[in-house]
């Protein structure tokens, strides 16, 4: 599609239950970023694909926190074991690849997903 | 590392007015884009300037780069009530090579445009 997709647009889950998150993408493009926004404004990278493989996971929590980007699915983005600290709007983006030199490309967000940890 | 410091905090100003709103940053940079984010969306992508260039316009939008000084500014003319927004700078520190690379965002100018 033209936009990117986020869903559920909001989640609520009881502490120490899980949660998925799913994101499509703008058809065509290769990158996909999860950022995690807390008090309507620090962004917080967590993780980038190249299509299907993880570009960057520099700022995934290690323990509890995954995600996938598999052919002809949605990208996901679970929280294990969720803590109250991880309420948050979580959006995703995704860009095109120009392949060659320094991309400046764009990033095109989704409307988020907000998650509410009780 | 913070990058992208973003000031005023909030901006107030009447329709007509002009706004600007600045966006300090740390480290060396590919390029350094502006977002604007309305209540309960997503970021909107408004402008990208490349670290070679100085200056960039689009419609309303005037964006300046200061490399030496690692600053930049976003200026919006004739100001209109749609404007009310928050306005987010964000750096891409990556290293080129063909790759696209995560950003580094502020902490945003929230900007009220009053009618």
């Known amino acids: 599609g033209e936009e990117v997709a986020q869903t559920p647009k909001h989640l609520v889950r009881g502490e120490g239950q899980k949660a998925k998150l799913y994101c499509a993408p703008i058809?065509?493009?290769?990158?996909v970023f999860w950022y995690q926004q807390v008090l309507k404004n620090e962004f917080k990278f967590l993780i980038s694909f190249q299509n299907e493989n993880v570009f960057d996971e520099t700022g995934m929590p290690k323990e509890r926190f995954s995600a996938k980007c598999l052919p002809n699915s949605p990208c996901s983005l679970e929280i294990q074991a969720t803590k109250l600290e991880d309420s948050a709007v979580y959006f995703c983006a995704s860009s095109q690849s120009r392949g060659r030199g320094p991309s400046n490309q764009p990033q095109h967000f989704g409307d988020g997903t907000r998650l509410s940890i009780l | 590392s913070q990058q992208g410091e973003e000031d005023p905090q909030a901006l107030s100003i009447q329709e007509g007015e002009n706004a600007t709103m600045n966006c300090s940053y740390k480290t060396s940079i590919n390029n350094l884009q502006w977002y604007r984010q309305n209540s309960g969306r997503g970021l909107v992508h408004l402008i990208l300037?490349?670290?070679?260039?100085r200056e960039k316009h689009s419609g309303r939008l005037r964006v300046t780069l200061d490399t030496s000084k690692k600053s930049s500014s976003l200026l919006i003319t004739a100001s209109r009530a749609a404007d009310t927004a928050s306005y987010f700078c964000?750096?891409?520190?990556?290293?080129?090579?063909?790759?696209?690379?995560?950003?580094?965002f502020g902490k945003g100018t929230l900007l009220t445009v009053n009618p």
């Open positions: 964000a750096t891409d520190e990556g290293r080129g090579g063909g790759s696209n690379y995560k950003l580094t």
């Open positions: 058809k065509g493009h290769s990158y």
């Open positions: 300037i490349r670290s070679n260039e």
